[in-house]
């Protein structure tokens, strides 16, 4: 006699494997975290080139002696170099915050400011192998910001917002 017994499972139920040829889901990104993460990259590699060249024979000496590549270590001196350290600090707020128009205008005028500021700090390097990379590299992410930046995506004008230009005019008449 042949019985059939039911048992019961609390293993969790098989999944069917998706094909391998199936797309990645690959959701748009807004504007505004495309620069806030560029300017965070930026952020991070600036400051990294200056800690990494403190390894570079003698700049820790040079610094001791109270100077930084050709410049002497002062208060003025300091306070530059965390003002050229918090903009792009500050930058990743703005890319967050402010209206898109302005937004747009910040990052285009402060990302193109600093080109001439990372090309000049190559002065007074002695491993331009190292700082030449490195300077490349954040050019590559200002341009990126610029790109995102100029890029901006538009919106249609709304169908109201039209319609009540086109009556503010005929009553301007």
Known sequence: MNQLILTTTTEP??????????ALDDAPI?????????????????????ILNFFTPGVVE?????????????????????TL?????FMVVVSMTLPARVNRMTNLIVALLYVPVTVFNVVGASWLLFYGLGIVLELILLALIVRFAWTWPRTAP????????????????
């Open 30 to 50: 807004s504007v505004r975290v495309k620069l806030a993460g560029a300017w965070t990259s930026f952020m991070f590699l600036y400051a990294y080139v200056d």
């Open 62 to 82: 040079d610094i001791l002696d109270g100077k930084v590549f050709e410049f002497d270590l002062s208060q003025t001196f300091s306070t530059a170099a965390l």
């Open 158 to 173: 709304s169908v109201t917002a039209a319609t009540r230009s086109g009556r503010e005019a005929l009553e301007m008449t």
């Open 85 to 89: 350290v918090a903009i792009p600090i």
């Open 13 to 22: 139920a098989m999944r069917t494997r998706q094909p391998i040829t199936a």
